[in-house]
C-alpha cells in the first residue's frame, strides 16, 4: 500500500483581486536546512521579501528569474534597518495587488523576529496568510556546534533569551539566571556578551558552566568560540563577532569539545549579503538582488 500525504495550504480563499502571503523560515544558514514546504512556497511565489540573514543559494534554487525579489533586512549594529513599517506595507501593497507573496525570514518565523507586527497588519487588512515554521538559530548553532541543548545529567531545559541593553534584565533575574541548570541561549547579544558574562560571574554561577558564541553558524564561514566561563577574560574578553552570533551557555556547552563535528572556518568573510548603505525609498528595495551559487 502506498500512502500519499498531500498537505494542502490553509489559506482562506482569497477575495477577488486580493493575493495571499506566506511567513516562512529559511533556516538559520545552511541552504539545504529549509523545509520542503518553505521550498514549495517559494516555488510558486510571485513576490519574495527577505530579510539579510538568508542564504542567497536558496534563491537560486527556488526562486525563479521573474519574480521580484525585495531585500527588508536588518543591520541594527551598523544601524542600517528597513523600517518594520515600511515591511508591512510593502507586504500588504503586493498583496491587495492580487500578488504571492513570500515573506522569508532567517532562522524560524516565530523567535525573535517581527511576525506579530506582520501578522497584525494582515489582519487588518484581512489578507489570507499562513504560516511556515523553519530550524530556528539556536537548534542550528548547537546542532553544527555539537552542543547537546538539553542532556541527561547536565541541563534539561532550554531557554531562549535577548540582551542587547542593560535595563531588560533586572539584578533578581539575573540572580535567578545565574543559579539555574537551564541552558541558556542568547540571540542578538554577542556585543553585550561582557556583561553577560560578568553578571552572571558576580551572581556566583556555578564553576562549571561553560560559554560558546557561535559565529555565523550553520554557514561555511562558521566559527565556535568556547570557554569554562571563569576563563572568560583569558579566552575571549574583547574580541569582536561577526553578525549573525548566537550565545550559548550552560553545563552542557563543556560537551562541544567531545562531539564538534565541523572544524571552525579559517576564513572570516561574511556569509550573508549586508544590508548596504541604507534604504533611502522604496525603489532601492526593488533592485535586483545577485545570486551567490
Known amino acids: 500500500m502506498i500512502l500519499s500525504h498531500h498537505t494542502t495550504s490553509h489559506l482562506n480563499p482569497p477575495k477577488a483581486g486580493i493575493g495571499s502571503v506566506v511567513l516562512a523560515a529559511a533556516g538559520p544558514g545552511d541552504p539545504d536546512l529549509i523545509t520542503v514546504k518553505a521550498a514549495n512556497a517559494l516555488r510558486e511565489a510571485e513576490v519574495v521579501l527577505i530579510d539579510r540573514l538568508v542564504s542567497e543559494v536558496i534563491l537560486h534554487r527556488y526562486v525563479s528569474a521573474d519574480v521580484e525579489i ?29 500578488k504571492k507573496v513570500v515573506r522569508l525570514k532567517g532562522g524560524d518565523v ?31 548553532a548547537a546542532a553544527y556546534a555539537g552542543i547537546p541543548l538539553t542532556a541527561r545529567g547536565y541541563a534539561t531545559s532550554v531557554r531562549f533569551l535577548t540582551y542587547y541593553k542593560s535595563d531588560i534584565v533586572t539584578d533578581g ?50 566559527r565556535i568560540h568556547e570557554c569554562n566561563i571563569y576563563d572568560y577574560d583569558q579566552v575571549l574578553a574583547g574580541k569582536q563577532f561577526v553578525s ?33 548603505e541604507g534604504i533611502q525609498n522604496i525603489n532601492e528595495l526593488n533592485k535586483p538582488i545577485k545570486h551567490v551559487i
Not at 515600511?86 to 498583496?95: F, H, K, Q, S
Not at 550552560?250 to 549579503?273: D, I, M, P, R, T
Open 70 to 98: 525585495v531585500r527588508v533586512g536588518k543591520e541594527c549594529r551598523n544601524n542600517i534597518s528597513t523600517p518594520q513599517q515600511v515591511i508591512n506595507e510593502l507586504i500588504v501593497d503586493y498583496a491587495l495587488k492580487g
Open 110 to 140: 516565530s523567535i525573535f523576529s517581527n511576525v506579530l507586527d506582520e501578522l497584525q497588519a494582515l489582519i487588518a487588512n484581512k489578507i489570507p496568510y499562513e504560516i511556515i515554521p523553519g530550524v530556528t538559530a539556536s537548534l542550528g
Open 173 to 222: 533575574h539575573w540572580k535567578e539566571l545565574a543559579r539555574t541548570n537551564d541552558t541558556l541561549v542568547f540571540y542578538m547579544s554577542s556585543g553585550t556578551l561582557e556583561n553577560v558574562v560578568r553578571k552572571l560571574q558576580h551572581f556566583g554561577v556555578q564553576k562549571d558552566v561553560h560559554v560558546a558564541v557561535a559565529e555565523q553558524a550553520t554557514t561555511c564561514y562558521q
Open 244 to 276: 549573525p552570533s548566537l550565545v550559548i551557555i550552560g553545563k552542557v556547552v563543556a560537551l562541544h569539545q567531545q562531539f564538534k563535528w565541523l572544524k571552525n572556518s579559517e576564513h572570516g568573510e561574511q556569509y550573508f549579503v549586508p544590508v548596504g
